[in-house]
Nanobody
Framework: QRQLVESGGDSVQAGGSLRLQCAAS????????MAWFRQTPGKEREGVAR????????HYADSVKGRFTISRDNAENLLYLEMNSLKVEDTGRYYC??????????????WGQGTQVTVSS
């Protein structure tokens, strides 16, 4: 069955870097646009970065533009989020998900367990 397993989260100091990974299985990964979302307590889950099927097009939330890079490896069914110059406000639980291409909409309401990123000052 469909499965998304996020990893790579950690506790880091502001200014540091992390690389998140999402391992996909149970569906044909290369056929789907993908995205990273994050959620912090008391706030709605927000889209952070998304990528099309062939890595031709990416889109970032204004809050992470220039600091985060989304990428994918269709041969290995992996999605990545390179996070640099981390800020305290980047703290949250990060999730990967399939999205409708060009949007933050999930055609299938499925979420993995997420991975926690904590940035301290």
């Amino acid at each position: 069955q469909r499965q998304l397993v996020e990893s790579g989260g950690d506790s880091v100091q502001a200014g540091g870097s992390l690389r998140l990974q999402c391992a996909a299985s149970g569906f044909v990964f290369r056929l789907y646009c993908m995205a990273w979302f994050r959620q912090t307590p008391g706030k709605e889950r927000e889209g952070v970065a998304r990528i099309d099927r062939t890595s031709t097009s990416t889109h970032y939330a204004d809050s992470v533009k220039g600091r985060f890079t989304i990428s994918r490896d269709n041969a290995e069914n992996l999605l990545y989020l390179e996070m640099n110059s981390l800020k305290v406000e980047d703290t949250g639980r990060y999730y990967c998900a399939e999205v409708s291409c060009g949007s933050w909409i999930l055609p299938i309401d499925y979420w993995g367990q997420g991975t926690q990123v904590t940035v301290s000052s």
